[in-house]
Structures are given as C-alpha cells and as structure tokens.
C-alpha cells in the first residue's frame, strides 16, 4: 500500500493504489484549500486550481497530469500560474492526481509573486 507524507501537518496515511490524492487528504483531515477555496471550489474537476499541493518526492509515483491539469495550471487560471513558476516538476493539483506509489506533499502550495524566476 502507498503511503502519502503531508510535510506541513506532519502526518502519514497509507491509501490504496489508484486512491485520488485529494479525497485521501480530506479523508485524513489534511485540508489542502486555503481561505475562501475552502467553500467555493470545482469540487474535483480541476478547473479551479485551488487544491494545488507540491510533490516533494515522488512525483513518479502519481498519474501523468491531466488536460484540464495542464490548461489551469499553465493558461487558465492566474493564481496557479504563479503558485507553477519555479515549481514545474512539483506542482501538481491534488484532484487529479491518483497515487501509485509512495510520496511527500506540501498541501495549499503558495503563489511566487516574486521569484527569481518570476522576473527572467
């Protein structure tokens, strides 16, 4: 069984292989929307951006991003943009990542206002 490390929260669960990472987070109280998105979000469908979490370690061990993934993150919505650049390998949107194998997550990923890569 894959075992999922939220780092802020200091907290392991195991999960079946296949488990959506962002219902295993809810289910282990892990909260990985951050003010308002807590109420208005597109439950699980990816269009939003909100759920967006870091894979620290890992990032083989969950599915492929998604189209709807890929056009938030990079096209669709301006809050996920910023939370992306400098962080193209990890970030990755918890509603659609199904987990495979063992990984590291930093929930509620923050926006890079002002980044080294932001500017150049």
């Given at each position: 069984m894959p075992t999922v490390?939220?780092?802020k929260e200091k907290k392991t669960i195991?999960?079946?292989e296949g488990t959506n990472l962002r219902t295993a987070a809810?289910?282990?109280g892990v909260e990985v929307y951050k003010g308002l998105h807590k109420f208005l979000h597109c439950p699980g469908m990816g269009m939003c951006g909100s759920c967006r979490v870091y894979i620290k370690e890992g990032a083989e061990n969950?599915?492929?991003?998604t189209l709807p993934e890929k056009f938030?993150?990079?096209i669709g919505n301006p809050e996920a943009q910023f939370a992306y650049i400098g962080h193209e390998n990890e970030l990755r949107l918890s509603c659609q990542c199904k987990v495979t194998g063992d990984i590291k997550v930093e929930?509620?990923?923050p926006c890079n206002w002002h980044g080294e890569k932001f500017w150049g």
């Amino acid at each position: 069984m894959p075992t999922v490390t939220f780092v802020k929260e200091k907290k392991t669960i195991d999960v079946p292989e296949g488990t959506n990472l962002r219902t295993a987070a809810r289910k282990a109280g892990v909260e990985v929307y951050k003010g308002l998105h807590k109420f208005l979000h597109c439950p699980g469908m990816g269009m939003c951006g909100s759920c967006r979490v870091y894979i620290k370690e890992g990032a083989e061990n969950v599915t492929k991003p998604t189209l709807p993934e890929k056009f938030t993150t990079k096209i669709g919505n301006p809050e996920a943009q910023f939370a992306y650049i400098g962080h193209e390998n990890e970030l990755r949107l918890s509603c659609q990542c199904k987990v495979t194998g063992d990984i590291k997550v930093e929930t509620q990923a923050p926006c890079n206002w002002h980044g080294e890569k932001f500017w150049g």
